[in-house]
């Protein structure tokens, strides 16, 4: 069966230090990959997706940054961390031609 | 471009009572509907969703939705809650296979004793 993982579970990090988490699935190959951010209130913004290897598209401008080095592997970062970068990531993926999306179990992000 | 809808916030509920979650969308295409839920520092469920055929869906949990394309509108029902379905529930719809999935800004619902 198809799994997600998805790490760390929180993080506390200051403001300006750099950001990578890293989600990865298993069991399914050439997944489409997604991460979302859900700020406090406000629901799940998607931010980034991922059909193949290499392909990211971004769907906001912003601070943050994603990559897919790997077929299964999907990784958000970011350079310099900002307050406003702080909120709950989650990541996902949908099979190729799949109707819905399967979620890990998020990150927490605490920037101060 | 599609978006999503969620007409209320909060919604406060006695256990035992019935319930309802609205949800409402735009597309000028044909799109997939979904209803998740999410427990506290948790990831999202799916409980139903909505391909084609039958315009009433039945979920996970007791969750039913049904479908109205007139109104564009996809509401979440239960007929009696429980204390155990305190969470928040997010609708969203995709296009063309769960390319892209664009969510609510959800409702969370609270059962009280």
């Known amino acids: 069966s198809q799994t997600i993982h998805q790490w760390p579970a929180t993080l506390v990090q200051p403001v300006g230090s750099p950001l990578s988490l890293e989600c990865t699935v298993e069991g399914t190959s050439n997944p489409n990959l997604y991460w979302y951010r859900q700020a406090a209130g406000r629901g799940l913004q998607l931010l980034f997706y991922s059909v193949g290897i290499g392909q990211i598209s971004s769907e906001v401008p912003q601070n943050l940054s994603a990559s897919r080095p790997q077929d299964r592997q999907f990784i958000l970062s970011s350079k310099k961390l900002l307050l406003s970068d702080s909120g709950f990531y989650l990541c996902?993926?949908?099979?190729?031609?799949?109707?819905?999306?399967?979620f890990g179990q998020g990150t927490r992000l605490t920037v101060v | 471009a599609q978006s999503v809808t969620q007409l209320d916030s909060q919604v406060p509920v006695f256990e035992e009572a019935p319930v309802e979650l609205r949800c409402n969308y735009s597309s000028s295409v044909s799109v997939y509907l979904f209803w998740y839920v999410q427990y506290p520092n948790q990831g999202l469920q799916l409980l139903l969703k909505y391909l084609s055929g039958s315009t009433l869906v039945k979920g996970i949990n007791g969750f039913e939705a049904e479908f109205n394309k007139s109104q564009t509108s996809f509401h979440l029902r239960k007929p009696s809650v429980h204390i155990s379905d305190t969470a928040e529930y997010f609708c969203?719809?995709?296009?063309?296979?769960?390319?892209?999935?664009?969510f609510g800004a959800g409702t969370r619902l609270f059962v009280k004793a």
């Open positions: 996902a993926w949908a099979g190729q031609g799949a109707t819905e999306a399967f």
């Open positions: 969203a719809v995709s296009v063309g296979g769960g390319f892209k999935t664009i």
